[in-house]
C-alpha cells in the first residue's frame, strides 16, 4: 500500500534523483579557494575551548585557510581575537603555536612597534613620527570572537555580527542538560585526513555506510545497522511507528547505556539528562563549517575541522568529561571505541577521495536516504552564490 500524502511528508527520504557538487569542487584549487572565500572566511569557526586560555595572558594561534589568527586572554581576563600580522609592514608577530605572553604587550620581532592586548598600537620606536601619524588609526586587525557555552569561536568577515549560538544547526539536538562549561579534557585525537573537508561532512550526514564501514557502531546503534539514522529515514517507517526496538526507533541496543567497547558507562553519568536524553544514546549538535559535538549519557565528545588544502582536513576530536570522573572512568574503553569509528570515517573519505579524480566523472547522484548530503550541498551552493 502507498503512503498516505501526511505519511510521506514526515519521511525524510528525497523522492527524486539529486546530482551532487561537481566532482572538481572537492580536489581543484579555484573551488577550494571559493570554499574559504564564501564559507570559510565568513562562518563562526571553532578554535579552542575557554579552558585552554585559562590564564591570563595565554594565547594560541591558529591557522584558516591563508590567515594566521592569534586568540589570547586579556590581563583583564577577557578573550580576544586577532590577525597575527603587524600593522607596520605586515610581519607576523607571534611564531609560537601557543604559551603565555611575556609582557602585556604584543611586539613585533622585526621593528619592534608594540600593541596592548587591547590590540592597541602604543609604541613606535621610529626616532619621529610623519606628519599627521596617529596610533590610534593603527590597531591590530581585530577579529570577531564570540563564546559559547565554553567553546571559542572566531568569525574573520570584517562585518561579523550575532554570535556562535546562532551558527548551530537548526535540526541540532538541544545540549541545555549537560554541563559543558564546566567539563574537562580526557583526551585529544589529532589527525591529517588526505579528502576534502566537505566528504568528511557528507559522511558525517549518512549512514548508508554505516553496515559495511562501521561494523561495531553498527551493532551498538541498531538502525545505523540498517543504513539508516532515523526513524523517518525508511519509507515504510508507519509500519513500525509504534515499535519502540531501537533498529527502528534509533538509540542503543538493548542493554547499552553509552558509546564505548562494551557499550557500558565507565564513570558517573550526568545527572541532569532526561530520561528521552539517556534513552537516545547519542545527542548531535552541528555548527558548519568547523564542528559538531556529541553528547553522551557520561561525556562529551567534539569533532573540530579545519581544511589544509584542497584534499587535506586536520581532524582534532576531544573527549570531556566531569571533573571528579577523569579520576574514577576508565577513559581506554571509551575513547578507543570513538576513536575507532573516527578512524574507520577518515580512511572510508580517504577512499571517496581518491576516486574523484576520474575524467569521466563529473558528477554524482543521491540515494534517498541521504536527504542530509543534499541539504548540505545546498548550503555550499548557497554561500558560493553570494561571493
Known amino acids: 500500500m502507498q503512503p498516505t500524502a501526511s505519511e510521506r511528508a514526515a519521511y525524510n527520504g528525497l523522492t527524486q534523483a539529486e546530482p551532487t557538487l561537481p566532482s572538481s569542487s572537492y580536489w581543484d584549487g579555484e573551488s577550494y579557494q571559493r570554499d574559504l572565500d564564501a564559507i570559510w572566511y565568513k562562518n563562526w569557526l571553532l578554535v579552542c575551548r575557554e579552558a585552554d586560555l585559562a590564564q591570563p595572558l595565554a594565547f594560541r594561534r591558529f591557522r584558516i585557510g591563508t590567515q594566521d589568527i592569534i586568540v589570547l586572554r586579556d590581563d583583564t581576563g577577557a578573550l580576544r581575537a586577532f590577525h597575527n600580522t603587524c600593522r607596520h609592514r605586515g610581519s607576523q608577530l607571534c611564531q609560537e603555536s601557543e604559551g603565555r ?12 612597534w608594540s600593541y596592548s592586548l587591547r590590540g592597541d598600537l ?51 539536538g538541544n545540549l541545555g542538560n549537560w554541563p559543558l562549561e564546566t567539563l574537562v579534557s580526557g583526551h585529544v585525537l589529532r589527525k591529517v585526513m588526505h579528502c576534502n573537508w566537505k566528504i568528511f ?84 549538535a552541528t555548527s558548519l563549517p568547523s564542528m559538531f559535538i556529541v553528547g553522551h549519557v557520561d561525556y562529551v565528545r567534539t569533532v573540530r575541522l579545519v581544511p ?52 569521466r566523472h563529473q558528477a554524482g547522484v543521491l540515494m534517498p536516504e541521504e536527504y542530509d548530503l543534499h541539504r548540505f550541498h545546498n548550503w555550499v551552493r548557497e554561500r558560493h552564490a553570494a561571493l
Open 122 to 172: 602604543v609604541r613606535v620606536p621610529s626616532k619621529s613620527l610623519p606628519d599627521g601619524f596617529d596610533k590610534a588609526d593603527h590597531p591590530l586587525y581585530r577579529v570577531a570572537l564570540s563564546v559559547w557555552r565554553g567553546f571559542v569561536f572566531i568569525n574573520l568577515r570584517e562585518d561579523a555580527a550575532g554570535s556562535a549560538q546562532a551558527s548551530f544547526d537548526a535540526a541540532s
Open 201 to 284: 561532512w557528507e559522511n558525517f550526514n549518512e549512514c548508508l555506510h554505516c553496515p559495511g564501514v562501521h561494523k561495531d557502531l553498527s551493532r551498538l546503534v541498531p538502525i545505523y545497522g540498517r543504513g539508516l539514522m532515523s526513524r523517518h529515514d525508511d519509507p515504510e517507517w508507519t509500519r513500525h511507528a509504534d515499535n519502540d526496538a531501537p533498529e527502528f526507533s534509533g538509540g542503543l541496543r538493548a542493554g547499552a547505556e553509552t558509546w564505548s567497547r562494551d557499550g557500558q558507562t565507565h564513570g558517573p553519568v550526568f545527572s541532569g539528562l532526561t530520561p528521552a536524553e539517556r534513552a537516545a544514546g547519542q545527542t548531535y
Open 308 to 359: 589544509l588544502g584542497p584534499e587535506q582536513t586536520e581532524l582534532v576530536a576531544e573527549w570531556l568529561f566531569a571533573p571528579e570522573a577523569l579520576a574514577v572512568t576508565d577513559l581506554d574503553n571509551i575513547v578507543a571505541f570513538g576513536a575507532q569509528v573516527l578512524e574507520e570515517d577518515a580512511a572510508i573519505c580517504e577512499v571517496n577521495q581518491r576516486g574523484l579524480r576520474s575524467m
Open 101 to 112: 605572553l611575556k609582557a602585556r604587550l604584543i611586539t613585533c620581532p622585526y621593528h619592534a
